[in-house]
């Protein structure tokens, strides 16, 4: 399941774009454009001098061109292990951002779903068997995507608008497909590798390590020392200053576009 940031790396010299990503060597070198979430409040700033409700937030949001924010996310859930986190969610009072897997997931835990959705919590798309998108032909690409948005609707009533891409592959064609499905590709800077241990100590460390304003945290619930690390994250997230906010609450005013990748 890991959506490890090795997947990704700056290298591909001279590109003109506003972030560089590169695929490992399984997918070459592959460019695209990216935009982090304080240019998106940013941009939607500067269209707030022509147009005032560019600059209006969403009811309850937190302004994150104030406070010192950052997002949560966990990626490949529901699992076992769930509704712990859910519960240390509630007790915290903090709301994050889930990227659904579906196969032996949401399919598994149905019941889990639109409790995931609950509190303020934003759900998001990770695939419905977490194949690597760039791998795949578009009409794979395309059902991979709608068969995962198309099941949390059915639970929920709503469609995700969010999407990760397993690995954090992507590219122009998946950005493409993705567009015409109404999803905006989040991508993150701050990971644990949690896949790789059950250490939750360790786990803590290394998120605290990689911290900052404006940043993107991916974990994963269904790895054993995942759960019991995250009261310990949150508290000492908070003791540096940060607030925690879901992922378009990092962005707003901004709303996150279709077919557009954004990565801190």
């Not at 529901?78 to 986190?85: G, I, Q, R, V, W």
């Not at 567009?179 to 701050?190: C, F, H, M, T």
């Not at 949690?194 to 940043?215: E, M, P, Q, V």
């Not at 690390?229 to 925690?244: F, K, M, N």
Request: hydrophobic content about 40%.
């Amino acid at each position: 399941m890991p959506g490890t940031p090795s997947a990704i790396r700056r290298r591909c010299a001279g590109a003109a774009v506003a972030a560089v990503a590169l695929a490992t060597a399984l997918s070459g070198c592959t460019t695209y454009d990216t935009q982090s979430p304080r240019s998106a409040r940013n941009a939607a700033a500067k269209k707030a001098g022509a147009d005032p409700s560019a600059a209006a937030l969403p009811a309850g949001a937190v302004d994150c061109r104030e406070a010192k924010c950052i997002a949560l996310t966990f990626d490949a859930g529901p699992s076992e292990h769930t509704p712990a986190l859910l519960k240390v969610l509630d007790e915290k009072k903090v709301r994050v951002t889930f990227f659904l897997l579906g196969h032996n997931h949401v399919d598994k835990y149905p019941d889990l779903v639109a409790q995931m959705g609950r509190n303020g919590n934003v759900l998001g798309n990770h695939t419905w068997t977490h194949r690597r998108l760039t791998d795949l032909e578009p009409a794979e690409i395309r059902t991979e995507l709608d068969r995962l948005n198309t099941a949390v609707e059915k639970l929920t009533g709503e469609r995700p608008t969010l999407m990760r891409p397993p690995q954090g592959r992507t590219n122009k064609e998946v950005a493409k497909i993705s567009k015409e499905l109404g999803l905006s590709l989040v991508l993150w800077n701050d990971t644990a590798s949690d896949y790789a241990t059950t250490d939750s100590a360790l786990i803590h460390k290394r998120i605290l390590k990689d911290a900052h304003r404006d940043g993107i945290i991916l974990l994963h619930d269904l790895y054993k020392g995942t759960v019991p690390a995250v009261p310990g994250i949150i508290d000492s997230l908070r003791a540096e200053g940060y607030t925690l906010v879901t992922v378009p609450e990092l962005m707003a005013p901004a709303k996150p576009e279709p077919g557009k990748i954004y990565k801190p």
